[in-house]
């Protein structure tokens, strides 16, 4: 098998075990990133939201925020770990093709 | 480490961005220069390796969560300038599709990994290899140093970033209009989270694979070098 198929391999056992990423912070009740806290994270933190960071934080809504389904926050790990696997393909599908592209516009211009 | 929208106020963002243009033009010009066809797939594999294992945040128990990068693997197997590329391409999917760092902070989360990480990691792992054989311990030994050390000094940068807000931008009322942590607490904070955990994590990770491709392909380990 080429090397290279087996690295696409390796990152396809690492998606399937993504939900992990998931689950322990959870089971060890770790929150956040630091400097990482939405809006009403930071609010418990300082007692305000930092009028800035009120108006910056709303400029871009992304499709799957936080590799998840709009809506399924209250849906429970297991189905927040199936989101998080589907957005790992997707985000690596679009990773992917976009760095081929990019490697075919590199290499073709020489 | 990813920055969100609203931390860094437009002036700091802004800078990064037009500190990112110039590397990212290098960064093309250069690679265009020495990338061959069958290079492009690993291209790709190194922007998702590091795309995949940002997912896998680590919980420090009780506390915050982090994640090593893959940049300086990245970094080791397609060199500086192309990985720069790679990460960058993994940082902007990121964003824009699940809200994993700010759109305003492209350019400040792109220097801190894409830029910072990388590079110091590469020549890091070029210097403490030195002239050893592609197969040897040493080199090992290298890339998990290099990755420990890369992913602090990026979370170093971040830090500075966030840090620097409250001197930059305050509202009249006294309130903080970006990110209220001063350098004081944003340095600790950042850097005991990436030296006591994250920084292992990124080290295991970039040894573990270079050990693998030195027994798979050693060719390919050759292959980042110029």
């Not at chain 2, 265009?32 to 290079?39: G, N, S």
């Not at chain 2, 795309?51 to 915050?64: A, C, D, L, S």
């Not at chain 2, 999917?93 to 990691?121: P, R, W």
């Amino acid at each position: 098998m080429k090397t290279t198929t087996k690295l696409w391999l390796g990152i396809g056992i690492l998606i399937l075990l993504s939900p992990l990423g998931l689950i322990l912070p959870e089971r060890f009740q770790a929150g956040d990133a630091w400097g990482e806290w939405g809006a009403d994270a930071m609010k418990e933190l300082i007692g305000y939201i930092p009028q800035g960071l009120e108006n910056l934080s709303v400029l871009w809504s992304a499709p799957l925020p936080d590799y998840a389904f709009k809506g399924w926050e209250a849906k429970g790990l297991s189905h927040l770990s199936l989101a998080y696997v589907f957005c790992a393909i997707l985000g690596i599908a679009v990773t992917a093709l976009m760095m081929l592209l990019v490697g075919r516009f590199l290499v073709k211009k020489r | 480490m990813h920055i969100p929208d609203g931390y860094l106020g437009p002036p700091t963002s802004g800078v990064m961005y037009l500190v990112m243009l110039p590397i990212w033009a290098a960064a093309s010009r250069i690679t265009k220069k020495t990338l061959k066809a069958k290079q492009v797939p690993l291209l790709a594999i190194g922007a998702a390796f590091s795309f995949v294992i940002m997912m896998f945040n680590v919980p420090i128990p009780g506390g915050t969560t982090g994640h090593a990068v893959g940049a300086v693997l990245a970094a080791i197997l397609l060199g500086p300038w192309a990985a720069c590329i790679a990460v960058s391409v993994a940082l902007i999917v990121q964003a824009l599709l699940f809200g994993d760092g700010g759109i305003t902070a492209i350019g400040a989360n792109c220097f801190n990994m894409a830029f910072v990480e990388v590079f110091i990691g590469y020549y890091l792992y070029k210097i403490i290899s030195g002239a050893s054989s592609i197969t040897s311990g040493r080199r090992v030994m290298a890339a998990g140093i290099a990755g420990y050390v890369a992913i602090n000094v990026a979370a170093l940068s971040a830090a500075i970033m966030f840090g620097i807000q409250p001197l930059l931008h305050r509202a009249a009322s006294g309130e903080s209009l970006y990110c209220p942590y001063g350098l004081g607490v944003a340095i600790p904070a950042m850097l005991s989270e990436h030296l006591l955990f994250f920084g292992w994590v990124e080290a295991i990770v970039t040894a573990l694979v270079v050990k693998y491709l030195q027994k798979q392909d050693p060719a390919l380990l050759k292959a980042g070098e110029r």
